[in-house]
T-cell receptor, first 113, second 117 residues
């Protein structure tokens, strides 16, 4: 079953602006990850935040996690045209059996020069 | 060296045919996956293998049969292809999420775009 839901489905901004994407999930998690997918390519891991962390930074990326609301946000600051891609959140749920990465539907980001 | 490689990149075939997609990872990971991405970009887990053993089999028609000859390879064979099978199929690998879930990322292949005509 689908775990994550990204919001918005599509986002169009100008270069230099910030882009914020949100993700909501349903069950308790070990961690939450964000991935980027360029058109016609595979997914590339961007950042991982553990369930006991609230905020994490990596370069121009800032991720927050609110486990009480079961939500996360990805902020890309000073966006560039090269940031144009689809962004997915993925969760590793806590359960009694085997785990897998469960992906949301993604946010398509378009950064115009 | 490519971490996760899958072949072919493109596959166009007629309904009713049988086809295979191959995947190999050189990362020493324990776990490999097949995901299907539909036209709306939704990624759905199909199978997960850990050390050659099937551990997750989501609701997938039994025309799809994964095979893992060793933990570095996970192939996907599809029998009697249907139009609805058209999608992009991604292979991925990671460390065993049961034990290393706190710090585990997945590595993806470039995808195989399957078109059934």
């Amino acid at each position: 079953s689908q775990q994550g839901e990204e919001d918005p489905q599509a986002l169009s901004i100008q270069e230099g602006e910030n882009a914020t994407m949100n993700c909501s999930y349903k069950t308790s998690i070990n961690n939450l990850q964000w991935y980027r997918q360029n058109s016609g390519r595979g997914l590339v891991h961007l950042i991982l935040i553990r369930s006991n962390e609230r905020e994490k930074h990596s370069g121009r990326l800032r991720v927050t996690l609110d486990t009480s609301k079961k939500s996360s946000s990805l902020l890309i600051t000073a966006s560039r045209a090269a940031d144009t891609a689809s962004y997915f959140c993925a969760t590793v749920p806590v359960n009694s059996g085997y785990s897998t990465l469960t992906f949301g539907k993604g946010t398509m980001l378009l950064v115009s020069p | 060296d490519t971490a996760v490689s899958q072949t072919p990149k493109y596959l166009v075939t007629q309904m009713g045919n049988d086809k295979s997609i191959k995947c190999e990872q050189n990362l020493g990971h324990d776990t490999m996956y097949w995901y299907k991405q539909d036209s709306k970009k939704f990624l759905k887990i199909m199978f997960s293998y850990n050390n050659k053993e099937l551990i997750i089999n989501e609701t997938v028609p039994n025309r799809f049969s994964p095979k893992s000859p060793d933990k570095a390879h996970l192939n996907l064979h599809i029998n009697s292809l249907e139009l609805g099978d058209s999608a992009v199929y991604f292979c991925a690998s990671s460390q065993d999420l049961r034990f290393r879930g706190v710090n585990t990322e997945a590595f993806f292949g470039q995808g195989t775009r399957l078109t059934v005509v």
